[in-house]
């Protein structure tokens, strides 16, 4: 068990849930630490009070980050980007959705030198 929602086994109260808005810290891979930082932001959610680790002997614990995706313009379907282990028996969920993509904060802004153009049909005269 990794964890349970707000780190106890107690029930939760619905529609009460520990989030907050973060930037994610870059990845220790060698490709994404090449990429320029993208100062996204994501909504985080923490999950504790999993099964006991081993060699801590504290619970297993895990952040899920929920991010709408670069290309949220092409309506992608949600899917789990990355599962790692940032330390021991803690572990980093990124998940894109586009269900975010309608807060403003959590768009994720162009790259830098680009700009965005707006298209107008002209009337044709009759």
Not at 16 to 42: D, F, Y
Not at 92 to 99: A, G, K, N, P
């Amino acid at each position: 068990v990794i964890g349970t929602l707000s780190g106890t086994a107690a029930p939760t109260a619905p529609d009460s849930v520990e989030t907050a808005l973060v930037r994610l810290r870059p990845s220790i891979s060698p490709r994404e630490r090449r990429a320029p930082p993208s100062g996204h932001w994501t909504l985080r959610q923490r999950l504790g009070g999993g099964s006991v680790c081993d060699e801590t002997g504290r619970s297993r614990m895990a952040y899920v980050h929920f991010q709408c995706p670069p290309n949220w313009q092409s309506r992608p379907e949600p899917r789990i980007v990355s599962i790692s282990e940032s330390s021991l028996c803690e572990y980093e969920v990124l998940i894109h959705t586009t269900l975010l993509c309608g807060h403003p904060k959590l768009v994720p802004t162009l790259p830098r030198g680009k700009e965005t153009i707006q298209c107008m049909v002209e009337p044709q005269p009759p």
